[in-house]
């Protein structure tokens, strides 16, 4: 087995070679930083995008929406995404090739987060390792880094009047439409909607093949709650093992993996809080579901200085490959930062109506300004001015200490004397108030989990004296449930009794492949290679026996092979696809092929 090349560089070339991913556009040249599916990716890309919304959505009991990828630009304006969703960008001045500075200082120091570095420093480590274009070889010393705003922008509707942007993220698409699904949560805390769709980020020098691109897919879940009510079932995750990277660790000079429970790292306050411990906890066991390797899987803590100003906490779930940590996942407490913003930039609500258990007496600042000295003095803007004061008194009841007070509308600071506003303070019974609702935002990237699965899934080992390659996949994401073949193709019997077993297979809700092409165990290779993880044959000892037709059932990982009446595949294929029976139990169960027979 050849050992030259890199994992990344064999899993590139069975990707292409077998259909999971390809640069696309090939025909024109490509384009970097976008990729298409193949069959075989598109299909077990599917399956995970599935996988994770029984696990997140359906068994969480949440909403799940579909939202636009094109958002008018005030919706950016409001997030803070025009203004600080930028990277780091240098160019060369020989060729004029972009890179992203961070990044070229990772590769040329010991540097993990150079994204965290000021400018000012990251051009002095230019300069300090004499960094050079990775295109031409030029010199970066002494260039300048650049901001670069990763968004793509676009026009909504002919001529520029109406700017808008591809979203660079699915959530914003379900923070401007919670004023609509509260509704369909009966305005009751908590509740979570989820949303799985394409993102676009124009991203400086997209690298790793799928890991970095300007085009991908997101799977991302905001739980909305009550901070000082809601509290997450965490007896139900408690016991989860899992590994942790707190920020203290990494900053230390023999800092170390925390190997603990998410009951014990919420206790000792390891992880902050208890819903961040909650979706951890999920998250490690959804990622052995789907076939994540553990040994090979970390929850890595945001350093303070790379941690969003908006998150009061936030963890990363990172996956090895080729020597390389990769996020694949991020784990972030958003406060009420999103929801308050929208709130402050739209004309609608984002608070949630909170029940006392018993009506209280409260003290309320008020206005009723003299609408008789508004209208003249500000004509059509009196009403505008009326609600501004309004919102001033609920705000800062101070500011009507003086003779004056002043407030701000179209952009403009009007003046108004403290009598005409008529302010007072009055008790006032309330049944409730109305709170802005806390965040918490799991968000997992798609095409980065399909890459992390593929890279820990691939084996290479010797079957019948032959070098084979397959893929290790999980039953859950495989693209192709089973494989079924007739032994020979030019047996009309075998042949019949094979299709008639490949549609009663797909009757059940199976997943076939059927192949008659080339030898059996060059068809057996074929469907290793895409990590199907069963394959039946159809062979003459299985039509000509003295009892009911049989075939075999082989294993994809050990070779292994038993013979099973056909009455009985379905049944069978099905608890083995599904985790209800191991196959080992077939063995115990049914008469073991003899080795050798594979190829």
Not at 49 to 72: H, K, L, S, Y
Request: charged share 30%.
């Amino acid at each position: 087995m050849s050992e030259e090349r890199t994992e990344g560089e064999r899993l590139a070339e069975l990707a292409k070679r077998r259909g999971f991913f390809f640069g696309a556009s090939g025909a024109y040249g490509g384009a970097a930083g976008f990729y298409t599916f193949g069959p075989q990716g598109a299909t077990l890309k599917s399956n995970v995008e599935e996988a994770w919304r029984d696990r997140f959505t359906v068994q969480e009991g949440n909403f799940e929406i579909e939202a636009p990828t094109i958002m008018p630009e005030p919706v950016f304006e409001a997030s803070g995404h025009l203004d600080g969703f930028d990277d780091m960008l240098v160019e060369c001045p020989d060729c004029g090739e972009s890179h992203r500075a961070d990044h070229l200082i990772e590769d040329a120091t010991d540097i993990e987060d150079a994204e965290t570095l000021p400018i000012a420093e990251v051009e002095d480590l230019l300069v300090d390792h004499d960094v050079r274009c990775p295109n031409c070889g030029g010199r970066l010393a002494g260039e300048p880094v650049d901001d670069f705003n990763l968004m793509f922008e676009t026009n909504i509707g002919p001529g520029s009047s109406t700017p808008g942007y591809l979203r660079p993220e699915t959530a914003q698409g379900i923070f401007v439409e919670f004023p609509r699904i509260k509704e369909y949560a009966r305005n009751s805390l908590p509740f979570g909607a989820t949303q799985i769709g394409r993102a676009y980020r124009n991203e400086i020098s997209p690298r790793k093949s799928i890991v970095r691109t300007r085009e991908f897919t997101q799977a991302e879940l905001e739980q909305f709650v009550d901070p000082e009510r809601d509290e997450p079932d965490l007896d139900a995750v408690a016991d989860v093992e899992v590994t942790l990277y707190p920020a203290t660790e990494q900053e230390a000079d023999d800092g170390e993996y925390v190997e603990t429970t998410v009951g014990e790292a919420v206790d000792d306050g390891t992880v902050g809080d208890p819903w961040i411990g909650y979706f951890l906890g999920i998250a490690q066991e959804w990622y052995e579901h789907v076939g994540v390797d553990t040994d090979r899987f970390r929850f890595r803590q945001h350093l303070a200085g790379e941690r969003a100003h908006y998150a009061a906490d936030c963890w990363d779930a990172e996956s090895e490959v080729d020597g390389d940590w990769i996020e694949i996942a991020g784990f972030a407490y958003r406060g009420d930062y999103d929801l308050s913003k929208h709130s402050e930039y739209s004309d609608d609500e984002f608070t949630i109506f909170r029940q006392f258990d018993e009506p209280k007496t409260v003290e309320r600042a008020v206005v009723d300004p003299d609408m008789s000295v508004l209208g003249p003095e500000f004509g059509g803007e009196a009403a505008d001015v009326q609600s501004a004061l309004e919102e001033l008194a609920d705000r800062d009841p101070d500011a009507f200490e003086g003779e004056t007070v002043t407030v701000t509308v179209g952009g403009e600071t009007k003046t108004v004397d403290t009598d005409v506003a008529n302010f007072r303070i009055e008790e006032q019974t309330v049944s409730g108030e109305h709170i802005t609702p806390h965040v918490i935002e799991p968000s997992f990237g798609v095409d980065r989990t399909v890459y992390t699965l593929l890279a820990h899934a691939y084996r290479q080992d010797e079957v019948d004296g032959e070098e084979r390659t397959y893929l290790s996949l999980s039953p859950a994401v495989a693209p192709t449930d089973v494989g079924v073949f007739p032994l020979v193709s030019n047996v009309p019997d075998l042949v019949d009794r094979a299709e008639e077993i490949v549609g009663e297979l797909r009757a059940a809700g199976l997943d076939v492949a059927y192949d008659d092409s080339g030898s059996i165990g060059r068809r057996y290779r074929r469907q290793d290679e895409v990590g199907t993880p069963f394959c039946v044959t159809v062979d003459r000892d299985g039509l000509e026996g003295a009892g009911p037709d049989t075939a075999t059932i082989r294993e994809r990982d050990t070779a292994r092979q038993v013979r099973v009446p056909v009455d009985s595949l379905v049944t069978e294929l099905q608890a083995v696809e599904r985790g209800e029976k191991a196959f080992d139990e077939l063995v115990e169960a049914y008469e073991l092929v003899a080795p050798g027979t594979d190829a």
